[in-house]
């Protein structure tokens, strides 16, 4: 996760794996804003140009994911934040992502 900087992916700073506990803690950028998911709920009515902004922004991060052989397998308006700051969608939540083999783009091994 690291090696994948990208404006639209949410960016993974470093992983501590924590033996004393079993636990591991990700630090990631933080994003002020909300997720797609918000005007979904509020049944709020987006104009067009939104939209087609924000999958834009979604499509160019995943397009740099599958560049690098990873499947995300969970997009969805909850696993997307949008930067009011930046105006960037951006890629989050890995949990089921998995890299591909580029011979046959079937997963190799299992999730990330």
């Known amino acids: 996760m690291s090696r994948l900087?990208?404006?639209n992916i949410v960016r993974l700073y470093e992983l501590i794996d924590d033996p004393r506990c079993d636990q591991q803690f990700l630090v990631m950028e933080c994003v002020r804003g909300w997720t797609l998911q918000r005007p979904v709920a509020r049944r709020e009515s987006i104009p067009e140009?939104?939209?087609?902004?924000?999958?834009?922004?979604?499509?160019?991060g995943l397009e740099h994911l599958h560049i690098h052989g990873v499947a995300h397998r969970d997009v969805k308006p909850d696993n997307i934040l949008w930067?009011?700051?930046?105006?960037?969608?951006?890629?989050?939540?890995?949990?089921?992502?998995?890299?591909?083999?580029?011979?046959?783009?079937?997963?190799?091994?299992?999730?990330?």
Request: proline share 7%; aromatic share 6%.
């Open 49 to 60: 140009e939104d939209l087609r902004h924000w999958l834009r922004e979604v499509y160019l």
């Open 83 to 112: 930067d009011p700051e930046q105006r960037r969608a951006k890629l989050t939540d890995f949990g089921t992502a998995a890299l591909l083999s580029h011979s046959r783009d079937a997963p190799v091994g299992g999730t990330l």
């Open 5 to 7: 900087q990208h404006p």
